[in-house]
Nanobody
Framework: QVQLVDSGGGLVQAGGSLRLSCAAS????????MAWFRQAPGKEREFVGR????????AYADSVKGRFTISRDNAKNTVYLQMNSLKPEDTAAYYC???????????????WGQGTQVTVSA
């Protein structure tokens, strides 16, 4: 059983930056590919980005490509989401998730963080 704790959200102006963190415990972190998803009010949860077990491969949604960077520190059992050039449409609750597969489908992720709110003002 893996527990994930998301942190780092907040209120930021458009064009600003935030770094989200997701700390894992209770399992073997390197066994899992990790991802970030987000969900805005009234919308479905959407894939943001993913990173492979060793950190060598990443993939992003088109909406964040070039602005967001996902990374992980396996020694610290932590995955990060660096968000730059934030836009109001990035406003959402952000969730990290763990999967044994390499996928963008949320239902294939086994473990989830509790979410951290990101609000971008215009």
């Amino acid at each position: 059983q893996v527990q994930l704790v998301d942190s780092g959200g907040g209120l930021v102006q458009a064009g600003g930056s935030l770094r989200l963190s997701c700390a894992a415990s209770g399992g073997t972190f390197i066994n899992y590919n990790m991802a970030w998803f987000r969900q805005a009010p009234g919308k479905e949860r959407e894939f943001v980005g993913r990173i492979s077990r060793g950190g060598s491969s990443t993939a992003y949604a088109d909406s964040v490509k070039g602005r967001f960077t996902i990374s992980r520190d396996n020694a610290k059992n932590t995955v990060y989401l660096q968000m730059n050039s934030l836009k109001p449409e990035d406003t959402a609750a952000y969730y990290c998730a763990a999967s044994t597969g390499w996928t963008t489908r949320s239902y294939e992720y086994i473990y989830w963080g509790q979410g951290t709110q990101v609000t971008v003002s215009a």
